[in-house]
C-alpha cells in the first residue's frame, strides 16, 4: 500500500511538495509499523546501509525492507534520507534501515556508524546500467530534477546518440567510478557486494535469504516466500487500471546491452569505463 501511495504522490505532486508529501508518508508508514507489528526477532546490527548507483532495483530493494515481515523479524525500520533532507556525511538514526545511499566508497565511509552495522552494495552489469538509463529517462521515470530536460534530449535524438549521451552524462555523474570504488575496497566483514544480476535472477530467493542474513535477519522459508511473491517484478510492472504510463520496472534482462550496443557505442562505453567490466567479473564483450 505504501508503494501504490509513493507511486501517486511522486506523479501527481508538484516537485516543490514531493519532499513533505513522502515525508509524511514515510513517518505514517513507520508509526503503523511501531503500533501494529509486534517485533518477534531482532536484528543484532542498530544500523542497516543499503548502497547502490542507480538501476539496480534500489526501488524494490527499499520495498523489500519496508515491508512489516522484515520489520518483525528485525526491529528496523526503514529510512529513506531523501525527505529528512540528509545530508552527507551526517549520521542516521539508530534501529534503521537506510535505503538507498548513492555513494562512492569513500563517502560511505566518512558517515560516522554504530559499532554494530552492516552494509550491503548492489552492482550490476555497468553496460546494463547504460540501457536502463536510457529507457528509463526516455520513458518511463518519474519527471523530477534534470529528468524532464534529459527526455527531451534523448526523444530528440536517435537511440545511438541517445545511448551515447547517457554514457556520457552518467561518467560526469561518477556512476562508473563509484562502481569501481566498491569493487576495489578492501574485504571488510560488515560489507557484502551483491549482484543485481543475483537478486532478480532464478537463484532469487537463495540470494535474498544470504542478503537478509548479513543483515542479521532471518525469515522463515514460508515468510520468505510469501514477501518476495509480494514484491515480484511481474507485479510491481503493473500499472494501475487506465493508466497509459509505461511501468518504471521494465524486465531488466540481464545482457540486454547486446540488442543495443553497436562498435560505436561500445567504444564509447570503453573509453569512459576502461577495465570496469573485467573488474567487476562480467564477461567481456
Known amino acids: 500500500m505504501l508503494n501504490r501511495t509513493v507511486t501517486f504522490t511522486k506523479q501527481h505532486t508538484p516537485n516543490s511538495l514531493r519532499v513533505v508529501a513522502r515525508r509524511v508518508l514515510c513517518d505514517a508508514h513507520n508509526a503503523r509499523l511501531r503500533f501494529t507489528v509486534p517485533v518477534t526477532s531482532r536484528s ?67 558517515i560516522p556508524k554504530p559499532d554494530r552495522y552492516r552494509t550491503f552494495f548492489v552492482l550490476r552489469d555497468p553496460r546494463d546500467v547504460i540501457v536502463s538509463s536510457y529507457f528509463s529517462t526516455r520513458s518511463s521515470h518519474t519527471p523530477m530534477g534534470d529528468i524532464p530536460q534529459v527526455r527531451k534530449v534523448l526523444q530528440e535524438r536517435s537511440m545511438k546518440e541517445g545511448l551515447l549521451y547517457v554514457i556520457g552524462q552518467q561518467s560526469r555523474k561518477g556512476t562508473f567510478k563509484a562502481l569501481r570504488s566498491w569493487a576495489t575496497a578492501p574485504e571488510a566483514d560488515a560489507v557484502r557486494l551483491v549482484r ?90
Open 44 to 110: 543484532e546490527f542498530d544500523n542497516v546501509y543499503h548502497c547502490a548507483v542507480r538501476k539496480t532495483a534500489s526501488q524494490w530493494i527499499k520495498a523489500i525492507f519496508s515491508d512489516p515481515v522484515v520489520y518483525r523479524y528485525s526491529g528496523l525500520l526503514p529510512y529513506d534520507p531523501r525527505p529528512y533532507k540528509w545530508r552527507h556525511p551526517q549520521p542516521f538514526p539508530p534501529d534503521r534501515v537506510i535505503s538507498s545511499l548513492f555513494l562512492s566508497h569513500q563517502k560511505f565511509a566518512a
Open 196 to 285: 543485481y544480476e543475483d537478486l532478480t535472477g532464478q537463484r532469487q530467493a537463495q540470494e535474498l535469504d544470504e542478503l537478509l542474513r548479513h543483515c542479521g535477519i532471518t525469515l522463515p522459508p514460508a515468510e520468505l516466500a510469501g514477501l518476495l511473491a509480494r514484491y515480484s517484478f511481474s507485479r510491481m510492472r503493473k500499472e494501475p487500471a487506465g493508466t497509459e504510463k509505461v511501468s518504471h520496472y521494465r524486465k531488466g534482462k540481464s545482457g540486454d546491452w547486446r540488442n543495443h550496443f553497436d562498435d560505436d557505442v561500445y567504444e564509447a562505453f570503453d573509453a569512459a569505463t576502461g577495465d570496469l567490466v573485467e573488474l567487476l567479473g562480467y564477461p567481456a564483450r
